[in-house]
């Protein structure tokens, strides 16, 4: 279907969904660009983790969410905030919606402008790193360089537990630079791809475990100046006086679990509901 443009209503939010709370690194960027735009963050925490999730279980739990999500509260565009829900699912979910889509991939193109040493590691899901599309995005933009995959699925949960203000054990980010530094040619990374939303939450985490010298790419950058583009000429919500109505959904709450308020406040959240 082709993407309609939007219904003219200055309160029509931008919908950024994502497995848990990665997507809130896009949400950063996207502030930066769009300071005026009402946002809906939705986080399938029900179906969190995705990267243990088949291909087929990711598509129709994403493609069914983003329906009904539409449907309901009309967004003018939808950001999969994800790059595991969009490196599988994202072509399905633009055959079924008619609003603009935009989805997140791993960033091996600047990633492989960036690196000196011609060696690069991609941090992901299970998921992510298994799929096509990142074998495609490596033969069209980084067929000259050695690129170098772990699946680190304990990342995820560092971040979902680091926005909740829980403490969490150095040696997860330890473990992930030691897996992709043991790799043939792993010592010569310089330029560190995070394939994940979640983990531009624990760059600094990272970088302190992979060492100095070592730079991390993520996509989110991209993401925020193609919703800017996407929407420009648009109607906002006045800045003076006026509440965006930013919310949060969950597909999953427990209604006294309020440890994710802080860092939704920071990302200018202050309502959260259950979908």
């Known amino acids: 279907m082709t993407p309609q443009p939007a219904s003219g209503?200055?309160?029509a939010p931008l919908l950024l969904f994502d497995s848990g709370v990665g997507g809130l690194s896009v949400l950063g960027k996207v502030r930066k660009l769009l300071p005026q735009a009402p946002v809906m963050y939705v986080s399938d925490n029900a179906g969190l983790p995705y990267g243990n999730k088949t291909e087929a279980q990711i598509t129709a739990r994403?493609?069914?969410?983003?329906g009904r999500l539409t449907e309901r509260y009309h967004p003018r565009l939808?950001?999969?905030?994800?790059?595991t829900a969009s490196t599988i699912a994202l072509a399905s979910v633009r055959e079924v919606l008619e609003v603009p889509i935009v989805g997140t991939v791993p960033a091996i193109k600047p990633a492989a402008a960036m690196t000196r040493t011609g060696v690069i590691g991609l941090l992901g899901t299970e998921a992510t790193i298994r799929q096509g599309y990142v074998d495609r995005l490596e033969a069209e933009f980084a067929s000259d360089k050695r690129l170098l995959r772990h699946a680190a699925p304990e990342l995820v949960a560092a971040a979902e537990a680091k926005l909740r203000g829980e403490p969490v054990d150095p040696a997860v980010y330890a473990r992930a630079a030691a897996a992709l530094r043991a790799m043939?040619?792993?010592d010569r990374i310089d330029t560190v791809v995070l394939a994940c939303t979640h983990f531009p939450l624990l760059e600094a985490e990272l970088a302190a475990a992979f060492g100095p010298g070592t730079r991390f790419v993520d996509g989110s950058d991209g993401i925020a100046r193609r919703i800017a583009f996407l929407t420009e000429g648009q109607e906002w919500p006045s800045p003076e006086g006026t509440d965006r109505g930013?919310?949060?959904?969950?597909?999953?709450?427990?209604p006294a679990d309020d440890s994710l308020m802080p860092a939704l406040l920071r990302y200018g959240i202050a309502t959260r509901l259950v979908f």
């Not at 994403?62 to 983003?66: E, K, P, Q």
């Open 9 to 11: 209503d200055p309160a």
């Open 62 to 66: 994403v493609s069914g969410l983003l």
């Open 78 to 83: 939808v950001c999969i905030a994800c790059n």
């Open 184 to 186: 043939p040619d792993g």
């Open 246 to 254: 930013d919310i949060a959904l969950f597909t999953l709450a427990d």
